[in-house]
């Protein structure tokens, strides 16, 4: 920025945008909780808020595999099927042999299919895309095979997963003492760590990475597992949020993870983005879809406006960053 | 040289093990013939026209998440159209649908040179967006298909018996439109701004607009698999089928480079065949269609695992 600069109305909403990313974001958010204030009057409610933010922490969690994939240039189109796959191993399993042993076995499950990504992207080098679809297809298969055996010996949900998802204390819902932790966790992590810099410095140039010597595989390897361990884990509070055990539970968050994540401002070649735009791009659209629920537009037209609108905030957001 | 040579190798593989796969379904199932031949055709049909719609845009460099939700659009709008509609009618509705495919193709490429937003969040938005208007147009699965449409991809070749109709439908249709782009400066422009698009502007390629007719002819094969749909199963489907996941894999089994600039379009139909048969077989030996599927994922990925290590193998030297 040089003094001959004449810094236009777009120029400096553009500067904002790059220095604060997150203050627009939560412009956006007012401008819709507001627009749907007056489409709906008498919507907002203390219970409106507290029901919005429980829908929107698992899309937020999930959305956390995609910041960090995302930010080394990857994506994990997996998770949901990792979460489904959790929540559904722990409801079968826990009448036959305890919640706490199905518990381990569902993340064990989850955290295999992060080792197969990571061994998949990390070693072979196969394309990020392509591997996460690979290996959820191959799981969605076993545990359609697994459906058969399990079938008849009933489901369990835990209590503590039940007061988890669905329970409230003071008002707000009781998933954010898990969400929060992890919040500040995965916040941490990518500014703080050398972890969170890895995954910068490969997404910015992987080749400069190598040379400075980092061990780019292993880092492949642990993002990925990571990645689906937080699926899994997510995929227990979706259980307990949702009271029923389906095979198809989490698929439907899978690709708005990966929208929450792009209108967070996560660039998707890596490289530049963080969790905490992430965290107000779930909450934009659990409130969006809300609104468009309420306007009473049938499905499609629901569906359109839905891809129309990640689609116009994605280019604006854009567009007015890269003219710096 | 080499790489053209290489390139090769891979799609004489493919022929190799499509060949040994229906030699050992006849193994399998010794009076494995025309008709079973025609019912792998026809079951092929949709699926290796999307992957070709599919792969004409990773080779332009980009990738269309939407190819699903563009069939859907396109087998309803023909269904809904088409039910009660007379022989003349439906040959316009037929053209009307393929301009629909190119039209909505052309959507797409046109917002991701317009708005620079990455091709992944475009059609990833934009598979939305189809969807729903798929679900507008028809809420569940109905309408009807012309009888001369649905008999177009039906049994075998007059003369030929063993020949099936749909795999002569699929190469005239992929030969007619392909061949002549492939052969004129297009072609090479398709494959120049896949390769390198920056070098690509630099030689004087219209990089935008070449990017927006890789996704119009995209959408032109969909629109054609969506029809296919509607061919054999004689009504409009408005969910999309897993024309998405089955198009990139079969596009990356073929030989075609994600990230483009590499690999034509036979490898890649070839690969279709295969995972085909390999799940044919598969109910062939009665083993559960649930293990079929983790058996052919398991191939799909052990094969694109392979074919990186490869790829990286000959970066290297």
């Not at chain 1, 036959?96 to 070693?123: D, E, K, S, T, Y």
């Not at chain 1, 929208?259 to 967070?264: C, E, F, Q, T």
């Not at chain 2, 053209?4 to 891979?10: K, V, Y």
Request: glycine share 12%; hydrophobic share 60%.
């Amino acid at each position: 920025m040089t003094m001959t600069d004449t810094p236009t109305a777009m120029n400096r909403l553009g500067r904002l945008m790059v220095d604060r990313p997150l203050l627009p974001l939560i412009g956006l958010l007012i401008l819709l909780v507001a627009v749907l204030a007056i489409l709906n009057p008498g919507v907002l409610s203390m219970f409106w808020a507290s029901n919005t933010l429980k829908i929107a922490i698992p899309l937020a969690m999930l959305a956390a595999c995609q910041t960090m994939t995302m930010l080394t240039g990857g994506i994990d189109l997996s998770v949901g099927t990792a979460a489904t796959i959790a929540a559904y191993l722990t409801a079968t399993l826990a009448p036959l042999i305890g919640v706490p042993p199905a518990i381990a076995i569902a993340l064990a499950a989850a955290i295999l299919i992060g080792l197969v990504n990571g061994f998949g992207i990390a070693i072979c080098r196969v394309h990020p895309l392509i591997m996460t679809l690979g290996t959820a297809l191959i799981a969605t298969g076993c545990l359609l095979v697994y459906q058969r055996y399990v079938i008849a010996t009933g489901v369990l949900i835990p209590d503590f997963l039940l007061w988890l998802g669905t329970g409230r204390t003071l008002g707000l819902p009781n998933s954010l003492a898990l969400f929060i932790p992890f919040a500040i966790l995965v916040i941490w992590a990518q500014r703080r760590s050398g972890f969170g810099r890895l995954l910068y410095a490969i997404g910015a140039n992987e080749a400069a990475a190598r040379l400075s010597g980092v061990r780019v595989w292993q880092v492949h390897f642990t993002l990925y597992t990571l990645s689906s361990l937080i699926a899994g884990v997510t995929g227990l509070l979706y259980l307990g949020q949702i009271k029923t055990a389906s095979l198809s539970l989490a698929l439907p968050l899978d690709l708005p993870s990966v929208a929450a994540a792009v209108i967070g401002g996560t660039s998707i070649f890596g490289g530049r983005g963080g969790y905490g735009g992430t965290i107000v791009g779930a909450l934009i659209l659990t409130v969006l879809t809300s609104m468009l629920t309420l306007m009473q537009i049938p499905e499609g037209g629901r569906r359109i406006l839905f891809g129309l609108i990640i689609l116009a905030v994605t280019a604006l957001f854009i567009r007015l960053t890269e003219r710096n | 040289m080499k790489r053209w040579i290489e390139a090769n190798t891979w799609t004489l593989g493919l022929a190799v093990l499509l060949a040994a796969l229906l030699l050992l379904t006849k193994l399998i199932q010794p009076d494995f013939g025309a008709s079973g031949l025609d019912s792998l055709a026809r079951a092929a049909l949709p699926f290796a026209l999307a992957t070709v719609g599919m792969a004409i845009v990773v080779i332009a460099g980009g990738i269309d998440l939407s190819i699903a939700a563009m069939m859907a659009v396109a087998s309803v709008t023909g269904a809904v159209l088409m039910d009660g509609a007379s022989d003349g009618q439906s040959v316009v509705i037929v053209i009307g649908v393929l301009l629909l495919g190119l039209a909505m193709g052309a959507i797409n490429g046109a917002l991701i040179v317009v708005s620079k937003v990455p091709d992944i969040v475009v059609t990833l938005a934009m598979l939305f967006v189809w969807q729903g208007v798929a679900l507008l147009i028809l809420n569940a699965p109905g309408g009807g298909a012309a009888a001369w449409l649905r008999a177009l991809s039906a049994g075998g070749v007059p003369g030929i018996d063993w020949l099936p109709r749909a795999v002569v439908f699929l190469a005239i249709v992929t030969a007619v439109i392909w061949i002549p782009i492939r052969r004129s400066k297009l072609g090479l422009r398709l494959y120049a701004i896949g390769s390198d698009p920056l070098a690509a502007f630099r030689s004087g390629v219209p990089v935008g607009q070449t990017r927006i007719i890789a996704y119009a002819l995209c959408g032109l094969f969909a629109a054609l698999g969506g029809l296919s749909v509607t061919m054999s199963t004689g009504i409009g489907e408005p969910i999309p089928g897993p024309y998405l996941l089955a198009s990139v894999a079969a596009v990356v089994l073929g030989g075609v480079v994600l990230g483009g600039g590499r690999g034509g379009l036979l490898g890649p139909i070839l690969a279709v065949f295969i995972l085909r048969t390999v799940r044919m077989d598969l109910t062939l030996l009665s083993v559960d269609p649930n293990v079929a599927a983790i058996i052919e994922g398991t191939i799909m990925v052990a094969v694109v695992m392979f074919g990186a290590v490869l790829a990286t193998r000959g970066r290297k030297t």
